[in-house]
Antibody
Framework: EVQVVESGGGLVQPGRPLRLSCTTSGFTIGDYVMNWYRQAPGKGLEWVGF??????????EYAASVKGRVSILRDESKSIAYLQMNSLKIEDTGVYYC?????????????WGQGTLVTVSS | DIVMTQSPDSLAVSLGERATINCKSS????????????LAWYQQKPGQPPKLLIYWASTRESGVPDRFSGSGSGTDFTLTISSLQAEDVAVYYCQQYYNAPITFGQGTRLEIK
């Protein structure tokens, strides 16, 4: 069974860093596109970025709103994906979802975690 | 960036009636080399992550009831629920994955009339 579980959220001050983890099971993490999405309180869905599967070079893409401040990494030995966020802003507040592509290289998502709440506030 | 615009923003439909949600993209999401529309629909219920309903504009994800259907091509798409059930109350999002950045519509809130 495919499982995706986020952790690492919490209250953080503006300007500080935070690393979210996405622990996976039931599949080989390097074979799939791993995504991060977020949702501000009461707002819609926003794509944050993804890391492609190994077959496509494990390259990354990011939304303009976070580019230069975030990195998506993957530890295949631990089956964990990470979202490293630096220089956090108040507008980064929201629920962060880790999500796996439905098929190995698709950009649409078939499996979502329950999300982890990040609150950026002084 | 491709801008996705849904209509209406909210919708109230009686149980058993048809619900229709529209999605328009600012540029075509049809990839002519494979004739696929890079468009997905998601359902999100309160307090839950989104759930994939439809991809390639009209392919129903496994386990999704057949009352859900997707149609359209190019820039104009529709999600139809043929006979609304109580458990369909949710916010629905269209998403384009034609290119990065991946973008969503603003969401359509579906309620029971």
């Amino acid at each position: 069974e495919v499982q995706v579980v986020e952790s690492g959220g919490g209250l953080v001050q503006p300007g500080r860093p935070l690393r979210l983890s996405c622990t996976t099971s039931g599949f080989t993490i390097g074979d799939y596109v791993m995504n991060w999405y977020r949702q501000a309180p009461g707002k819609g869905l926003e794509w944050v970025g993804f890391i492609r599967n190994k077959a496509h070079g494990a390259t990354t893409e990011y939304a303009a709103s976070v580019k230069g401040r975030v990195s998506i990494l993957r530890d295949e030995s631990k089956s964990i994906a990470y979202l490293q966020m630096n220089s956090l802003k108040i507008e980064d507040t929201g629920v962060y979802y880790c999500a796996r592509s439905l098929t190995t290289s698709s950009w649409y998502v078939g499996y979502w975690g329950q999300g982890t709440l990040v609150t950026v506030s002084s | 960036d491709i801008v996705m615009t849904q209509s209406p923003d909210s919708l109230a439909v009686s149980l058993g009636e048809r619900a229709t949600i529209n999605c328009k993209s600012s540029q075509s999401v049809l990839y002519t080399s494979n004739n696929n529309n890079y468009l997905a629909w998601y359902q999100q219920k309160p307090g839950q992550p989104p759930k994939l309903l439809i991809y390639w504009a009209s392919t129903r994800e496994s386990g999704v009831p057949d009352r859900f259907s997707g149609s359209g091509s190019g820039t104009d798409f529709t999600l139809t629920i043929s006979s609304l059930q109580a458990e369909d109350v949710a916010v629905y999002y269209c998403q384009q994955y034609y290119n990065a950045p991946i973008t969503f519509g603003q969401g359509t809130r579906l309620e029971i009339k």
